[in-house]
């Protein structure tokens, strides 16, 4: 007699997920579900006649209920404060958040509203201006807000992150001694911040094109907060100009739409003297904490491109980046 073999990681079937949301939801017979795509999480686009939504899967074992939970209550939050984010919808109960037994085990699933617009790449300066007047509107309403999840410091995005990293490149090259050499510096960096004078909050902690859509009259609305917690406001601000300037390879442009993205930030909300000193480094340590999510999520999502020679232009972009801002290194 044959046995099942335990599953990893599994898709679930769109077509079963909108007749879960019709019953759920009190969604029409029209309803249509279609899976987006995999990755971290598994994306589902839900259309009911007009109206259209994301259904968001978790994959096994990334988040506890709890911690989804508190992403919903930020989301909730803000929105209560007329920010432009994606919000979660509750079902027939007043419920968020869906348990879904997954052959690998319980997964959560959540419906979100849909993000009016598109997402670019290829977006001007004024837009990069309203980017940075909708970033800096989720932070007037996130600072001091307390989420009971992850705090983004010294441990978590430095000491931990390069661990993990080492323990998944076991074998020593210059980019892991790169890599090594850049969190010893960001924790003395870290150590000597004047923290009195830098906002702390919730952050998003990947703002970028992909999570966000603009449309023709430049309404941003930010969306994807599963990376959300405790953390320097200006983490998110840094962020982002990485992003951009990676994404931007004429350094021209990357500067034009960088200095319209913070004058619209601080139409808003004012960027410290302290906060703008520590905006080059602070998302070398984000990205030192990624790569080792990637390395973390290796069975379920980067698998297909997570090798020696990712890690290299990983690493290259990190080097562009700090050569550009003249960060020395030590």
Same mark, same amino acid.
């Given at each position: ?6 599953? &990893?990681?599994?898709t679930?079937?769109a077509?079963? *997920?909108? #007749?879960? %949301?019709?019953?759920?939801?009190? $969604?029409? =017979? +029209?309803t ?26 978790? &994959?096994f ?6 911690? *989804?939970? #508190?992403? %919903?209550?930020?989301?909730?939050? $803000?929105? =209560? +404060? ?16 869906q ?5 690998e085990?319980?997964r ?5 509203s ?20 909708a ?10 807000f ?8 010294n441990?978590?995005l430095l ?9 998944f ?5 210059d ?5 090594e ?16 004078q ?11 094109f ?17 990376f ?28 034009v ?12 909300s ?9 905006l ?12 080792s999510?990637?390395?973390?999520r ?8 997570l ?24």
């Open positions: 007699m044959t046995k099942e073999f335990q599953v &990893t990681n599994s679930l079937s077509n079963k *997920i909108g #007749e879960l %949301l019709q019953h759920k939801y009190g $969604l029409s =017979e +029209n249509e579900c279609k899976l987006f795509r995999t990755g971290m999480n598994h994306v589902y686009m839900v259309s009911d006649d007009n109206v259209k939504y994301v259904f968001r899967v978790y &994959t074992d990334w988040r506890t209920k709890i911690e *989804i939970a #508190e992403e %919903l209550r930020l989301l909730t939050h $803000l929105k =209560e +404060n007329k920010t432009n984010v994606s919000f979660p919808i509750t079902d027939n109960l007043k419920e968020c958040i348990e879904l037994n997954a052959p085990g319980k959560f699933g959540v419906l979100f849909f993000a009016d617009g598109e997402k670019s790449a290829r977006f001007t300066a004024e837009t990069s201006f309203f980017i940075g007047q970033l800096a509107k989720v932070h007037k309403s996130a600072e001091n307390a989420l009971n999840r992850i705090t983004y410091n441990r978590t000491i931990d992150s390069v661990k993990r990293t080492r323990e490149f076991k074998k020593e090259t980019e892991t001694k790169f890599i050499r850049l969190a010893n510096y960001l924790q003395i960096e870290f150590d000597n911040v004047e923290n009195e830098i906002r702390f909050g919730a952050v998003h902690l990947d703002v970028w992909d999570n966000m859509h603009f449309n023709e009259e430049n309404k941003v609305t930010l969306f994807d907060f599963d959300c917690g405790n953390g320097w406001l200006c983490l998110d601000i840094s962020y982002f100009l990485f992003q951009l300037f990676i994404t931007n390879l004429d350094e021209n442009d990357y500067k739409k960088a200095e319209s993205f913070l004058k619209g930030y601080e139409t808003i004012e960027i410290s003297k302290e906060e703008k000193r520590i080059p480094i602070v998302c070398l340590a984000i990205m030192t904490y990624y790569i999510m990637q390395c973390d290796y069975d379920y999502w980067t698998n297909l491109f090798n020696e020679d990712h890690l290299k232009r990983f690493v290259g972009n990190l080097k562009r980046w700090i050569a550009y801002n003249e960060i020395e290194v030590k």
